[in-house]
């Protein structure tokens, strides 16, 4: 069997590791570089999830994650700050409730705070606006560049191919109608023969399902971050924390500089190869405000370093597309900047999908390719 992973990022490179763990053969297209399209930002790992799903997808993946340094034989520089979620709100608090209890019933140890404990865990935090939190003690962020070039460089070992440099142009298929089934793809370095095509391509992901008419939301959504100095000392291990009321969020890189962003009115589409794309003077100003209303360290004094960039692959209910919609060809895409995080998990179900025929380690029913169509999908609310 010979599949090619079409997308060198940290789905593609995690789907072709246990892949080639199987025994089969694998070869990843690649038109630019390891890592080129979303995957080098953020590098956050988290639990906190309100879908059942998505908690398994975590509790999975943080298997690998946890002992990622020892099984690659690198150090992803791990920091286990925690997230922290904050409500305003009495109705927000409520969802917070459930989603940590359905949170604890996988088995994460992640808790309800009043917000004196909130702030307990984010000192310089205002408490007196908010009402409730949860709080993720085990979530973490590890470098993505370490975390993506160790999986290639294992994948390698275990025997895929990378081309880098080669882009696939078109998906070729055999037989008619329902009968479609995947043979090949055609690239700008000739013709490859194969029995699946992973569709991992990211913010690139709808151009390989138009080479097989398949007309799925998945959209390249531009997606801003401001790097902050604030005004005043903060503690450098802060968890990373949002209001879920007004999208504000901030975690700390280092114990000078944080990120910081919040909600955006509209996620423009973008040609996700061009996106040097500065926001707005209006949102950056909102941004500031924000996080002044959130903690004392956010000062007059604060000041924006620079502005960063990228784009997600984005779906209307904020989950991925997990699914073989039609034979031979897999599409692991869509994943709302939760990519990063769940590729360990992801990329044990897509072998399982090729080599077994469905995947096992995740109930990824949800995830189906035609459920936009057919049914109101289960949003993930819970979106940074």
Known sequence: MHVVVA??????????????????????CEKSHVGAGSTGAGGGIRSQFSTPVNVELSRHSMEVWA?????????????????????RTDESADQLRRDVSLQREHGFPNEFLDPAEAAAHCPGLDASRYVGASYSPRDRFVSPTIALNALADASEAAGSTFEIGTEITDVLLEGTGPDRSVCGVETGDGRIECDYVVDAAGPWAGRILDMVSLRLPIEPRLRYQLLVRPGDAYEPDLPLTMDVDTGSV?????DEVMIASAPQEQMPRVDPGHTNADPSTEWTIDVLEGLGEMADFFTDETRVQREISGVYAQTPDGNPILDEPLPGFVVAAGFSGHGFMHAPATGQLV??????????????????????ADRSPDAERSFI
């Open 7 to 28: 997308g060198g990022g940290i789905v593609g490179t995690a789907a072709s590791y246990y892949l080639a763990r199987r025994g089969i053969d694998v070869t990843v």
């Open 67 to 87: 002992d990622f340094d020892e099984e690659f034989g690198v150090d992803v520089r791990e920091r286990t700050n925690g997230y922290l979620f904050l409500a």
């Open 250 to 254: 901030f975690y700390p890189e280092d």
């Open 351 to 372: 072998a399982e999908m090729v080599d077994e025929g469905s995947p096992s380690l995740v109930d990824i029913s949800s995830l189906s390719a035609d459920r936009f």
